[in-house]
């Protein structure tokens, strides 16, 4: 029964990756459409519509342009469901058993490594672009998944559940990220008000409360502490999904319905509002030199290279040496096709990306842009063309 359950939930999963995906990529070419057209202003205008939220008489008052909504509160249910998926991953998911999680784990974590290593060797010397490291090391996971869910049959199943074993771990990996090194200055006040809200909400978990509203009451006061203290405001909506309870006393699942319930708000508005907002690039002046920046050059090498060396030269090396089983029903071509579209970088790039330059003049944040967009494409064709291939060599072997 748990393991017709656990299909269940990667089908819907997969559903919606699908189909998310596309409406990313349709999200992706408005927002280059727009701010390449006689509204290119308008779309400027819209993301700097300010938004002020009072509480109190003379109390709190936060007063940001959309785009900051966009990307502070907004994208905050984005990591709740990123932290809900994690949890149950590793609670009774592809990744709840050591064995299973040996090779997506290590993949990831070369699949991160590679990447940040390249984009520096090609920024030494500017310590302003080298804050951008992490940038190729994320990857997407709703454009990656819906690639391989429109492939169909064309993709072993082991190798979708690769796939989002690696983009789910390493969502983990550019959470720490984030809270480790795209940090501003500390408050001690507010960051002590969010460790409060956060035992608030180990406590309830302790006491197997099961009212997912009371959590989310719990981690909205989390997100406005967490968002004056300096430490990114996202990285509320993971600890309050982490302390959802999986099973109440009759069975049933409250953190799986929440996810179920959630994926298709995430995957058909959330992403797509993110992506409008965050993908419109100016097009205009920009030639084979921009390309061939230091920093938009080591994010697509980053993202494009990268990540397939990292991703498929740890999973070929520990397969080759017994350390781990080869995905079932799967070839090397197809093993290295997946590998290329872990490159698809584009949400938790651009949203990494935005914390390292923030401040900093746009030109940074227009060659991120660029380097996202092209590595993140040539990424999706190449492995798409690949696994096409290696679909129709299997065939005629």
């Given at each position: 029964m748990g393991n017709k359950n656990k299909h269940k939930s990667l089908f819907t999963f997969f559903s919606n990756a699908s189909s998310g995906g596309i409406i990313l990529a349709l999200a992706a070419i408005?927002?280059?459409?727009?701010?390449?057209?006689?509204?290119?202003?308008w779309y400027q205008a819209f993301l700097a519509i300010p938004g002020e939220i009072a509480i109190g008489d003379g109390g709190l008052v936060l007063s940001k342009p959309l785009i900051v909504w966009v990307n502070d509160l907004w994208m905050a249910a984005f990591f709740?469901?990123?932290?809900?998926?994690?949890?149950?991953e590793f609670l009774?998911?592809?990744?709840?058993g050591p064995g299973q999680l040996t090779l997506p784990a290590l993949s990831a974590l070369g699949?991160?490594?590679?990447?940040?290593?390249?984009?520096?060797?090609?920024?030494?010397?500017?310590?302003?672009?080298?804050?951008?490291?992490?940038?190729?090391?994320?990857?997407?996971?709703?454009?990656?998944?819906?690639?391989?869910?429109l492939l169909g049959s064309k993709v072993p199943l082991s190798l979708k559940v690769f796939l989002t074993a690696v983009a789910i771990i390493d969502d983990l990996l550019a959470i720490v990220i984030i809270a480790l090194f795209y940090t501003?200055?500390?408050?001690?006040?507010?960051?002590?008000?969010?460790?409060?809200?956060?035992?608030?909400?180990?406590?309830?978990?302790?006491?197997?409360?099961?009212?997912?509203?009371?959590?989310?009451?719990?981690?909205?006061?989390?997100?406005?502490?967490?968002?004056?203290?300096?430490?990114?405001?996202?990285?509320?909506?993971?600890?309050?999904?982490?302390?959802?309870?999986?099973?109440?006393s009759q069975g049933h699942s409250?953190?799986?319905?929440?996810?179920?319930?959630?994926?298709?708000?995430?995957?058909?508005?959330?992403?797509?509002?993110?992506?409008f907002s965050n993908a419109g690039v100016v097009l205009s002046g920009v030639t084979l030199d921009t390309l061939?920046?230091?920093?938009?050059?080591?994010?697509?090498?980053?993202?494009?290279?990268?990540?397939?060396?990292?991703?498929?030269?740890?999973?070929?090396?520990?397969?080759?040496?017994?350390w781990v089983k080869a995905p079932a029903s799967a070839n090397t071509l197809q093993l290295l096709g997946i590998s290329i579209l872990c490159g698809i970088g584009f949400t938790m790039s651009l949203f990494v990306g935005g914390l390292a330059f923030i401040g900093l003049?746009?030109?940074?944040?227009?060659?991120?842009?660029?380097?996202?967009?092209?590595?993140?494409?040539?990424?999706?064709?190449?492995?798409?063309?690949?696994?096409?291939?290696?679909?129709?060599?299997s065939k005629t072997t």
């Open positions: 408005a927002a280059l459409l727009v701010s390449n057209s006689s509204y290119g202003d709740f469901l990123v932290g809900l998926e994690i949890k149950r009774v998911g592809e990744l709840s699949g991160m490594a590679v990447p940040a290593l390249i984009y520096v060797a090609l920024n030494q010397g500017d310590a302003a672009a080298l804050q951008g490291w992490a940038i190729p090391a994320a990857t997407d996971i709703a454009f990656a998944l819906g690639i391989v869910i501003s200055s500390l408050s001690l006040t507010m960051l002590l008000g969010a460790f409060g809200a956060g035992f608030v909400l180990f406590i309830l978990n302790r006491l197997k409360i099961t009212r997912v509203d009371v959590y989310i009451v719990v981690g909205i006061v989390m997100w406005l502490f967490v968002l004056k203290s300096g430490v990114h405001a996202t990285l509320a909506g993971v600890a309050t999904a982490l302390a959802i309870p999986m099973r109440d409250p953190l799986e319905t929440l996810e179920h319930g959630l994926h298709p708000w995430v995957a058909f508005l959330i992403l797509p509002v993110f992506a061939l920046a230091p920093i938009p050059l080591g994010i697509i090498l980053g993202l494009f290279v990268g990540k397939t060396v990292g991703v498929f030269g740890v999973s070929y090396l520990l397969i080759r040496m017994g003049d746009p030109s940074y944040t227009l060659q991120l842009k660029i380097g996202v967009l092209c590595g993140s494409l040539l990424s999706g064709l190449v492995g798409t063309a690949l696994l096409l291939i290696a679909a129709k060599h």
